[in-house]
């Protein structure tokens, strides 16, 4: 049983105050906010004094760069997890990306009883520790995907927190998808309270996804009932939605500072190519300068007509070239740039219909990690829904 030991020097106290905590117990370790506020907390600690950070007993060591795959809390739990732990020591991939909240809003492991979430969570990750353990043996760097305001059972749940109309239905896209709304502090919270269980059980890297309004709420956004929270009054609907998401993700950071972990946030390609977006409420340079890594998910099926490009699925390595230098640019002007960690596509878009896709495989990968390299992005991550990916591939094509 591993035991997770913290420690603070509380000077005003004038003693030094050790806390243990078994991990088998699910109450929450004692954090600053337990004793003080953080504020009054670090006007009583000299400016020498080393940061307090949360020890999960663990020991990870970051890559030369992330290079990782997408692995859903069913594969991270099943036998399909040893398959993909081969894949990883038999390449020059390093990293996972496992579910902890998906995209329905269900928790991937079993939470305590008492925790609020404890009726969406589930067991398809029997044992969380083992699998970190097995992470930890094969030195592959653990990422956890919280999946923010896309929460179907949430908003069911909880009206309140999401979109409705005037009969009181919740609003669902046409894929019969609900979001939670992105400007209450409710909502910010209880996916915090997530994000913090998973640097609990030792992973390095909090990436948050679906950080963002529904697509095209610009066209509804008169039409819904909900609630505006802290932003209500302002005469800039765009700017609002903007201005919820990137504080959404500073909150975040900061709340997640304790934890020692990076702060990771998804986001459209697009968005990196627009000064906003307009109804989603992403701004590509506002929420870069408040992680510590950005994923844009830039797989060439997704684009409409762009960069010259009439079908950008058949282009790999020129779609991804030409979004790699405009985002360059974009972080180029920021004064401490986070670390860019693309999404890549390793599926096959045959959605798209004839003559506006192409079968993914090995050639296809590869430009887009050799166009990636070309343009200085060493680190990338690979999606395919079903975590069925393409062997034989060179993940670092320019070595």
Not at 75 to 83: N, Q, T
Request: glycine share 6%; proline share 5%; hydrophobic share 35%.
């Amino acid at each position: 049983m591993k035991k997770l030991t913290t420690t603070w020097a509380l000077i005003a106290a004038g003693a030094l105050i050790t806390t243990t905590v078994n991990a088998e117990e699910e109450s929450k370790p004692v954090a600053f906010h337990d004793f003080a506020s953080l504020a009054e907390t670090e006007r009583q600690v000299p400016e020498s004094s080393p940061r307090f950070t949360y020890d999960s007993g663990y020991t990870f060591e970051y890559p030369d760069a992330v290079r990782g795959t997408f692995v859903t809390g069913h594969s991270a739990g099943g036998a399909k997890f040893e398959e993909l732990i081969e894949l990883t020591n038999e390449t020059d991939l390093n990293s996972m990306v496992i579910d902890i909240k998906e995209d329905d809003g269900y928790i991937t492991f079993e939470l305590d009883e008492n925790h609020p979430a404890y009726e969406k969570s589930r067991n398809w990750i029997g044992d969380p520790e083992e699998m970190m353990e097995v992470l930890e043996e094969n030195d592959i760097y653990p990422i956890a995907r919280v999946v923010v305001f896309k929460d179907t059972l949430l908003a069911e749940e909880k009206p309140e927190w999401s979109f409705t109309h005037d009969n009181g239905e919740v609003w669902k896209n046409g894929r019969g998808e609900a979001f939670v709304n992105p400007y209450l502090e409710e909502v910010w919270d209880y996916n915090i309270d997530i994000a913090e269980k998973a640097a609990e059980m030792g992973f390095q890297d909090i990436q948050f996804d679906y950080v963002r309004f529904p697509e095209g709420f610009e066209t509804r956004d008169e039409d819904l009932n909900y609630a505006r929270g802290d932003y209500e009054g302002m005469d800039d609907n765009v700017m609002e939605r903007v201005n919820a998401v990137t504080d959404f993700v500073a909150h975040a950071r900061e709340e997640l500072e304790y934890y020692d972990v990076d702060v990771s946030v998804d986001i459209f390609g697009y968005a990196a190519t627009l000064e906003n977006a307009p109804g989603i409420g992403q701004n590509f340079a506002m929420i870069s300068e408040n992680v510590d890594v950005i994923s844009s998910m830039i797989y060439p099926s997704h684009w409409t007509p762009h960069f010259g490009l009439d079908k950008p699925d058949l282009y790999p390595y020129e779609l991804t070239d030409a979004y790699a230098e405009i985002e360059n640019e974009v972080l180029g002007e920021l004064e401490e740039p986070p670390i860019s960690r693309p999404w890549i596509q390793d599926f096959t878009a045959s959605y798209l219909g004839a003559g506006n896709y192409q079968n993914y495989g090995v050639a296809e990968v590869e430009d887009q990690i050799r166009a990636l390299n070309e343009n200085g992005i060493d680190e990338f991550l690979l999606w395919n829904a079903g975590n069925n990916y393409t062997e034989g591939v060179n993940y670092t094509p320019l070595d």
